[in-house]
């Protein structure tokens, strides 16, 4: 009786199996770029969030007031004051006087950004806002989308403390050192 398969038909197959083998021992690809930046990402520093709110944090407008650039700051805001409160690829977000009022303290459910403060004057927002940036040993800018990164969210209240940078043309620029998510944050259950 005559073997079914054919001398091409097993050398066909023969070749395939050795394709397969020698694909599947091959190491992996390298990992895009991309991939590899995430996985070798920048993070936070690890002395950066802290257990106790900083001793004598003001509100974003008493410190816009009284500081000036080169001092030692102790804030206190929430996070927002526009559309995208977070800069994306630089770990920086801006912060709001909490005597200004998002439209999620407000009747306004219908509000798709309550962090922009769009029910509130921007000149008066404009006098309210402080940016808040997380820098490396060099004093750069982390390369880090907090939005992304999940440790803070929009409308979250926090205390910063850390150096005044700038006041240039209206800014108020205060390069964090430690960072207090307020406990008890009356806010927090309406967060998402």
């Avoid at 030692?72 to 994306?88: D, E, H, K, L, T």
């Amino acid at each position: 009786m005559q073997p079914f398969l054919s001398k091409p038909i097993v050398a066909l197959f023969a070749f395939n199996v050795f394709l397969f083998i020698v694909a599947c021992d091959k190491a992996a690809p390298p990992a895009s770029n991309s991939t590899a930046q995430s996985a070798g990402a920048t993070a936070l520093p690890a002395n950066l969030l802290v257990n106790d709110q900083p001793a004598g944090a003001v509100g974003v407008i008493e410190a816009r007031t009284a500081a000036k650039t080169g001092d030692r700051v102790a804030v206190i805001g929430r996070i927002g004051g526009m559309r995208s409160p977070f800069v994306s690829n630089r770990a920086s977000f801006t912060i709001v006087d909490q005597s200004m009022k998002s439209c999620i303290e407000t009747d306004d459910d219908q509000c798709p950004r309550p962090w922009d403060y769009c029910c509130e004057d921007k000149k008066q927002l404009a006098k309210s806002m402080a940016s808040i940036e997380i820098s490396d040993a060099n004093g750069k800018p982390l390369e880090l989308t907090l939005e992304t990164e999940g440790t803070f969210k929009p409308l979250m209240l926090i205390a910063v403390e850390g150096t005044l940078e700038s006041t240039e043309g209206g800014s108020f620029v205060v390069r964090a050192e430690h960072i207090y998510k307020v406990a008890n944050d009356p806010l927090a259950s309406k967060i998402k």
